[in-house]
């Protein structure tokens, strides 16, 4: 491969806090009126002092814990200073020289993605542009809601070489901190927010791209295409002999491509310095052990143990082990029937296709376990074929009724007796033929037609094990 990519990620995460960060104004700015959960602590008005919400500091332990990092025992917030509308302040402040924690990692496929900090900081307020877009906007609001949210910033090491890889790493982040309830996760209101760098290295002329910063991504989906849009971007300039900026791009979701925001800041352009009101945070080996203690199954732990109870293979364990409802869902019905890999095998296909095909969550899902345990009665008693099986399951997705109760109404029983099958064989044989003589000369290929012709003429409901053994007998005669 000429070009090697390579990508590191700064995640926000805004952690699940009754409070801000600093002031007890409500953290919840998603659904208030703009500008109603404001303080003077939040909106930087002189004189104000913070008082840390140690109920930040509890999540952003859990989530060190949930990450596979060190947690540092000393850590200090530090005040960033620079100058944007959104910021009242001037300054945010943030752990910067002194993080809570280091040296985690989330493992995607095998494959160890490294963390290397983990900080927490406040948000700011939030800009809304006239217009289509912040590049055509004749003006603009500002939403003080979220200024002083308690997030946590986690930074990887860039050991993430495609975008696909950077959207399977986001995906397993946010199930990782709905699990330990550290965060919603969600994106779509900004509960999550990505900025992503990218370089790009020529091998066989062993030349690197400076690396370029995409801000504020909010879609998993976006992740992938504004980093795959950027790659193509910087591979194309290179292949030019272009020189590539070191700079920070915005992701326009109307045209699918990135713009150019600024040049890249330097720690420097910052002016970093030691909040002088906001005391250093210590945190006890005995807090760490306590707060441990809290922490519920992980998706890593919990598809190890569904495979070892449940002997389900392991592709489909990470499945249904990476969203925490999908595995509370399998479990409830794993624990009813005999076989859990036939439960497994009917969410991860027939479920899941269903729920995408008609837009449904989860919870509002009418299949219930009950439902998995008749289902699987009716086949091993050999009421209904597999095959007819999918079908009923499609009946029980839709109407929520029992799968006894569509067998009867629709009149999907297995046809089981063999006098009942060899007659519609034989009249299969005779009205074909011509494929009959070719099966007698030789192309035994025509089995498969002739078996076929069976399922087709009883709609799936002959026993397929009888069919085959009796379309075999007559066309062999």
Not at 239 to 259: L, M
Not at 293 to 321: C, G, S, W
Not at 375 to 400: H, P, R
Not at 423 to 436: A, D, H
């Amino acid at each position: 491969m000429k070009y090697k990519t390579t990508i590191g990620l700064e995640i926000h995460t805004q952690l699940l806090t009754k409070t801000k960060a600093f002031c007890s104004c409500s953290a919840n700015a998603f659904e208030s009126e703009p500008n109603t959960n404001i303080c003077p602590v939040c909106t930087g008005q002189p004189g104000a002092l913070p008082v840390f919400n140690e109920e930040a500091l509890n999540l952003g332990i859990k989530a060190a814990i949930a990450l596979n990092a060190e947690i540092n025992e000393y850590s200090r917030f530090d005040r960033k200073n620079y100058f944007y509308p959104d910021l009242p302040k001037g300054y945010q402040i943030t752990q910067y020289f002194y993080p809570l924690a280091n040296n985690g990692y989330i493992e995607i496929d095998g494959k160890k993605i490294r963390i290397q900090r983990m900080h927490l900081e406040e948000d700011s307020g939030k800009m809304f542009h006239e217009g289509e877009d912040l590049e055509n906007a004749s003006y603009s609001y500002v939403d003080y809601n979220r200024s002083g949210i308690p997030l946590i910033e986690i930074v990887t090491e860039p050991d993430i070489e495609s975008p696909e890889e950077a959207r399977n790493f986001m995906e397993k982040l946010r199930n990782i901190l709905r699990y330990a309830g550290i965060s919603s996760g969600d994106m779509e209101k900004g509960a999550l927010r990505c900025d992503a760098n990218i370089s790009i290295t020529d091998t066989e002329k062993n030349i690197q791209s400076n690396r370029v910063e995409i801000k504020n991504i909010n879609s998993f989906k976006f992740v992938e295409k504004a980093l795959e849009y950027e790659r193509n971007r910087i591979i194309e300039a290179m292949e030019k002999g272009e020189n590539i900026p070191k700079e920070t791009r915005g992701w326009n979701f109307s045209t699918r491509s990135t713009f150019s925001m600024r040049s890249k800041e330097e720690e420097a352009d910052y002016r970093y310095f030691p909040e002088p009101d906001i005391p250093p945070v210590i945190v006890t080996q005995e807090k760490i052990e306590e707060i441990r203690k809290t922490m519920p199954e992980m998706i890593d732990e919990k598809a190890k143990r569904f495979v070892e109870q449940y002997k389900i293979k392991a592709y489909d364990a990470e499945i249904l082990a990476g969203d925490k409802e999908l595995a509370n869902y399998f479990e409830k019905a794993a624990k009813v029937v005999k076989n859990p890999q036939f439960v497994s095998n009917l969410i991860i296909t027939d479920l899941m296709r269903e729920m995408n095909k008609n837009n449904i969550e989860l919870k509002d899902v009418k299949i219930k376990p009950e439902h998995y345990k008749e289902l699987e009665e009716l086949i091993d008693s050999g009421k209904i074929s597999t095959k007819i099986a999918k079908d009923v399951f499609v009946e029980m997705f839709e109407n929520g009724k029992m799968p006894s109760e569509i067998v009867k109404e629709k009149g999907l029983e297995q046809i089981d007796d063999d006098s009942v099958i060899e007659e519609i064989v034989r009249k299969i044989i005779e009205s074909n033929q011509k494929q009959y003589q070719q099966y007698k000369n030789g192309k035994t290929k025509l089995f498969g037609f002739f078996v076929g012709q069976v399922m087709k003429e009883t709609k799936g409901k002959a026993n397929p094990q009888k069919a085959n053994q009796i379309v075999k007998k007559l066309l062999d005669e």
